[in-house]
C-alpha cells in the first residue's frame, strides 16, 4: 500500500472505530496486552538483540508496557475520561428559550507515531503513544524505529493479531517502516490528525516545523527529553553526602544514561562541592561501562564529551573512560553557575551518563540560574524542610520550568499513573499543554463536540439521560454520577 | 512602556498572581464586572457609536460580557476546573516504593489577547479570551480592536481600575494600540506563553504563521469564523417549508449577518430547491439593509459579492440591493452540489449576510458533500425523527467536520455555558481542542504540573490532604470530594 491508501484505510476505519464502545475498546487493548504476554520470550530475546538492553530491564519493559495498556483499558472501562458535559433544556427562558447541549470529547482522527530508541517497547510500537491513541478512538500509523525494526515488527504483528481476534478493521493499526524520508511524509499527509513522538530535540522540532508547513495544523507530542536539573541545598547535602551522591550515580547511569529523565544536570553549592564531587566521582568508578543502544549513540555521547573537553569552563572532576565499542562510560565535569548560565550550549543535552555539576555562591545566583533555565521534564529539589521554605521563591519560578518538580528521590523511575505529567515547557516537549505517560496522555487525541438538541436515541450513551455508563459527569454545571 | 517592559512586567505579576487563590481571582473578577455595569450607560454610548450596532444589541452584549464573566467566577469559586488528581504513595510496593504524586493544572503564563470587531463587548476587551485567560491566572496583555478604539480603551480602563482596587499587580492586564505590526510583535514575543484570538482567517492564520517561527512553540487559539453550513432534508422542509425559511433568513441576517456562527451554506434538496428559495427570497425583502460595523467590512462584503457574480455556476435567487454608504442587504445565490464541490472557493466565508443554497440530488452527493467539506463552528441539521435515523452515516462523518452539531434551531445565539464547544477544525479555528466560549475556554491557559513527595505545607491547597477546597478530585482513579 501507498501512503495514501494507509491513511484512506485508516481513515475509514476511523469512521467505525471512533464509535466503538469504551468496553469494547478495553477488551482490544487487553487482547494487546495478553498477545504480547504470550510472546514474551520471543519478544525479549528480540529486544536485547536490537537494544543491548540487559534482559532484565527488557523484561521489566514490557511488564510497564502491558502495565500500562491495563491503565488505559481500566480508563475505558470507568470511561469518565471523555469530560461528559451537560447543559439541560430551558424551554421557558425569557427571552429565548435555551436549548439543551452536552459536550463530550471525540477522537482526532488517524494520529502518526513514532518510536523511541531507548524504550523498545514501552514507548514504541504497543507504547504509551500508540495505545493512548487507540484508547481514545484513533487509528494509528505507526513507523518502526530503525534501531529495533524486527521487535517493532512483532510486536505490531501482535497488535494486529489482536485488531483481527476483535473483529476489528484492519486500518487502525498500520505498521510502516522507512527512514526520514518517510516520516516526513508520514505527518505531512492530510488526513494525518496528530503526531506523537518521542526521541532527540532535532528530529523532534524538525518534524515539528514540517508540520508547521502543513495547509491544516495538528497537533504535535514531542517528547524531546530533557536534562532534568537537580538542585542541592546545603544542609541536606552536608547531613547525606555520600547516600546523595549514591542516589545522583545510580540515576544518571541507569540503562547506560539513556533516560529522558536522567539527571544531567546538578547544582551545589560552593561550600560542598569539592567533596560532593569527590563522592560523585567514587560512586562512578563502581559503575563499569555498558553497551549503548547503538554504535551511533556511543559515538555521539563519546563526540559531545570530546566538544565538552574543549571548553575551558569545565574542570573534570571524573573523566569518561576511552570509548571501547559501543560502551560509555560515566564522566561528571563542574563548571561555576555565572559560566554555566553565560552559554546555552551548556544547556545541551548530552545523551547517556554525562552529568555537568553547577556550583552556585548562594541563593540570589540560584534565582539567577532558574531564570535561565529551559525548560525541563523535570526538576528535583535536595534539601530539608527547612531549606525548602527559605526557598520558595525559587521553587515558585522553577515550577514555571518544568512538569514535574521532585522534593524527593530522584527523577528516573517515572510511574504510569493517573496524576503523571511526563511533559513539559519547550525544548523538553512540543506541547507543555500533554503528558506522554500517564492516563492522561489519551486527552492528547481528543477534542470536545457538542450536540445540541440531539434526538436521545441518536446521543452517545456518555450523553444519554439517566448516565446509562454511570460515569462522572457535569450536569449544569454540578458534577455527579 | 516598551513592549520588553510590558512583558517582564507581566512576567513579574504572572509570578504573584498565579498563586493567587480561585476566592480572590473570582473576587477580582466580579469587580469587572460590576465596574462594567456601573458605567454601562458610557460603554453602550461608546460601542454603539464605533459599531454601528443597534443599542439594544449593545445592551444585550454587555449583559452577556457581564454573565460571562460570573461564570467563571463560578468556575473559580467551586475550584474542581484545576483536574486534581493524586495518586498516594505506597512505601511497601515491592520492588521499590512508589512515590506520592499530585497533578493540577498551573496557568501557562502572560496571554496576547486579540479582540473581535463584530462583538466590541463579549469578545474583545474584557470578552472571553481575556477573562478566561485571567481566570487561569494568566496576565494579558489585550490589543485594541482598532474598530472600537474609545470602547476599548474605556473597558481596559474598567479592568485596570477593578486589579486597583482587588490590591493586585498592574502587569497581569495591559491595554495595548497598534496596528498589524504591533500584533506580530506581539505574538513574537519571547515572553508570551498564548495567544487568543477571534476575527478573519486571514489575520488568525497570519498570526499562526509568525508563531510557527518562533524559537518556542505556543498555543495559538484562534477563532476565524466559519460558513456553518446546514443541512436540510425533504420530508421536514416540505412539512415546514416557510418556517424553516424564515428561521434561516433571521439567522442569516441577524447582526447584518456579522456572526462567527451564521449560516452562509445552506444545503436542500432538488425537489424543494425552488419553492425553499422563492421563501427565502420573500422573507429577505422583509429585511431592511442594515449598516455593518465600517466601511471597511462593507466594501469587503459588496467585493466578495462581486466576485461571485462573476461565476457562471451562481444562479442568483435574490440579488443584494445597490451598496448605500454602510448598509449592507442580504443576498442568495443557488449552486448545485456537484459545482459546489468542484471549487474550494464556494467553501470561502462571505462575512455578512449572504448564503449559498447548495442544491443536492440525494444522500449520496451529501456524504460527498460531507467528505469535501472543511471544517466548521457548527454544522445543523433540519430534519424530522426519520430522517435524521436514515442519515446516522451522515450525521457521523458531518461530526469529523465541525465543533458543535444542531439538531433544531440556528446556529447563531451562543449560549455561555459548562457544556458549549465554540471551536472546530481547522479552518475554523487553529486549535480543535479548544473553545473561546463556555467555562472550558479557561482550559486553553492551563498546562499540569506534577508535585513528586511535596512537603505538604507547600502543596498548593486544591492538592492537600482532607481535600480543603471541597473539589472534585481523582485519587487513585476514583473521583470524589
Known amino acids: 500500500m501507498n501512503l495514501d491508501q494507509i491513511f484512506n484505510f485508516a481513515q475509514e476505519a476511523f469512521l467505525s472505530y471512533k464509535n466503538l464502545s469504551g468496553e469494547k475498546k478495553a477488551d482490544f487493548l487487553e487482547r494487546i496486552a495478553e498477545i504480547l504476554e504470550e510472546n514474551r520470550s520471543a519478544i525479549v530475546l528480540l529486544a536485547v538483540r536490537e537494544s543491548n538492553l540487559p534482559e532484565g530491564r527488557i523484561n521489566g519493559e514490557l511488564g510497564r508496557t502491558t502495565g500500562q495498556i491495563k491503565l488505559f483499558a481500566n480508563l475505558l472501562r470507568e470511561g469518565s475520561w471523555v469530560e461528559a458535559t451537560i447543559d439541560p433544556a430551558d424551554p421557558n427562558r425569557s427571552p429565548l428559550p435555551k436549548a439543551d447541549i452536552r459536550r463530550m470529547l471525540t477522537p482526532l482522527g488517524p494520529v502518526v507515531v513514532f518510536g523511541a530508541s531507548n524504550f523498545p517497547l514501552a514507548f514504541s510500537t504497543a507504547g504509551s503513544d500508540t495505545i493512548s491513541a487507540l484508547a481514545a478512538g484513533c487509528p494509528v500509523i505507526y513507523k518502526g524505529h530503525p534501531a529495533h525494526p524486527d521487535t517493532s515488527k512483532f510486536v505490531g504483528n501482535c497488535i494486529s493479531q489482536a485488531q483481527q481476534k476483535s473483529g476489528l478493521p484492519s486500518g487502525i493499526f498500520t505498521h510502516v517502516e522507512g527512514g526520514v524520508k518517510m516520516g516526513q511524509d508520514l505527518v ?168 555537568l555539576m553547577v556550583v552556585y555562591e548562594n541563593t540570589a545566583e540560584l534565582m539567577a540560574v532558574a531564570g535561565k533555565l529551559q525548560g525541563q521534564l523535570t526538576i528535583t529539589l535536595w534539601g530539608d524542610r527547612t531549606e525548602f521554605n527559605t526557598h520558595k521563591e525559587l521553587i515558585n519560578l522553577l515550577e514555571e520550568k518544568c512538569g514535574r518538580i521532585l522534593f524527593k528521590g530522584v527523577p528516573t523511575g517515572v510511574e504510569v499513573g493517573y496524576a503523571m505529567q511526563h511533559g513539559g515547557p519547550f525544548p523538553a516537549t512540543t506541547d507543555s499543554r500533554s503528558t506522554s505517560v500517564g492516563a492522561n496522555a489519551i486527552k492528547r487525541f481528543a477534542r470536545p463536540i457538542a450536540f445540541q438538541d440531539m434526538p436521545s436515541d441518536l446521543l452517545p450513551d456518555a450523553l444519554k439521560d439517566g448516565n446509562p455508563l454511570a460515569i462522572m459527569r457535569q450536569m449544569d454545571g454540578n458534577w455527579g454520577k
Open 188 to 355: 505531512k499527509h492530510p488526513l494525518a490528525k496528530a503526531v506523537g513522538f518521542t526521541g532527540s530535540f532535532r528530529a523532534g522540532k524538525s518534524l515539528f516545523n514540517i508540520v508547521g508547513n502543513r495547509d491544516q495544523p495538528i497537533p504535535v507530542y514531542a517528547e524531546m527529553g530533557s536534562v532534568n536539573p537537580i538542585f542541592v541545598f546545603p544542609q541536606r547535602l552536608e547531613n547525606e553526602l555520600v547516600p546523595l551522591a549514591h542516589s545522583f550515580v545510580g540515576s544518571l547511569t541507569l540503562g547506560a544514561g539513556q533516560f529522558c529523565t536522567n539527571p544531567g544536570l546538578i547544582f551545589v553549592p560552593r561550600t560542598l562541592a569539592e567533596r560532593f564531587g569527590n563522592a560523585v566521582s567514587d560512586a562512578m568508578q563502581d559503575v563499569s561501562a555498558a553497551p549503548m543502544l547503538h554504535e551511533g549513540i556511543t559515538e555521539s555521547y563519546y563526540k559531545s564529551l570530546t566538544e565538552l573537553q574543549l571548553r575551558s569552563e569545565l574542570e573534570w572532576v571524573k573523566v569518561p573512560d576511552a570509548k571501547h565499542l559501543i560502551n560509555a562510560s560515566p564522566a561528571l565535569a563542574e563548571i561555576s553557575a555565572a559560566d554555566w548560565m553565560a552559554d546555552d550550549f551548556f544547556q545541551e543535552e548530552v545523551f547517556g551518563s554525562f552529568a
